[in-house]
Antibody, heavy 118, light 111 residues
Framework: QLQLQESGPGLVKPSETLSLTCTVS??????????WVWIRQSPGKGLEWIGS???????YYNPSLKSRVTISVDKSKNQFSLRLSSVTAADTAVFYC??????????WGQGTLVTVSS | DIVLTQSPLFLPVTPGESASISCRSS???????????LDWYLQKPGQSPQLLIY???NRASGVPDRFSGSGSGTEFTLKISRVEAEDVGVYYC?????????FGGGTKVEI
């Protein structure tokens, strides 16, 4: 059964880089049928797609974040990662990693709260 | 970006009755393969979102048949027949026709 688990610091200082990792079990990040996705949810707000990475390494980013976002895959560890640079308090959110098929996102991690504060 | 507008924002429901949520898109979500790239998700309190409906009208695995999706073009509806207490939470529609993927603002369903 597929499981996704986010990990990383829960507190990041303003202007620094947020780094999160999603560990995948029960499936391979090399599977050609899926995209690996990061989504965030600011406190009390809705859902925002950050970006996706395909097994071959192709990445797709939300234009609103594109200049600050990098998503990468580590096939040896069966993980994929998110880096968000120059963070501000507006980046405080619960970050979800997920797996997307053709269109839908049936599998989500439990989410991890990242607070941006000095 | 494709904008998804959900209504209502808040929906009080009575167990056993039906409920409907609307999702209106700023562009048609019909792909050339004949499918509409519109999904529905439910985020129960304290949980991650869970997929309910994909490609406009297909129930995801394990989703009770009291949930149904319909619509075409730019207008979509999620219907919950015979609402149960476990159906409370925030419902989101999402489009995957064009990047960036976008979500509706959510509809909070409460008993």
């Amino acid at each position: 059964q597929l499981q996704l688990q986010e990990s990383g610091p829960g507190l990041v200082k303003p202007s620094e880089t947020l780094s999160l990792t999603c560990t995948v079990s029960g499936a391979s990040v090399s599977d050609s049928d899926y995209y690996w996705v990061w989504i965030r949810q600011s406190p009390g707000k809705g859902l925002e797609w950050i970006g996706s990475i395909y097994y071959g390494g192709s990445t797709y980013y939300n234009p609103s974040l594109k200049s600050r976002v990098t998503i990468s895959v580590d096939k040896s560890k069966n993980q994929f990662s998110l880096r968000l640079s120059s963070v501000t308090a507006a980046d405080t959110a619960v970050f979800y990693c997920a797996r997307r098929g053709l269109t839908a996102i049936p599998s989500w991690g439990q989410g991890t709260l990242v607070t941006v504060s000095s | 970006d494709i904008v998804l507008t959900q209504s209502p924002l808040f929906l009080p429901v009575t167990p056993g009755e039906s409920a409907s949520i609307s999702c209106r898109s700023s562009q048609s979500l019909l792909f050339s393969n004949g499918y509409h790239y519109l999904d529905w998700y439910l985020q129960k309190p304290g949980q991650s979102p869970q997929l309910l409906i994909y490609l406009g009208s297909n129930r995801a695995s394990g989703v009770p048949d009291r949930f149904s999706g319909s619509g075409s073009g730019t207008e979509f509806t999620l219907k919950i027949s015979r609402v149960e207490a476990e159906d409370v939470g925030v419902y989101y529609c999402k489009q995957a026709l064009h990047n960036p993927l976008t979500f509706g603002g959510g509809t909070k369903v409460e008993i």
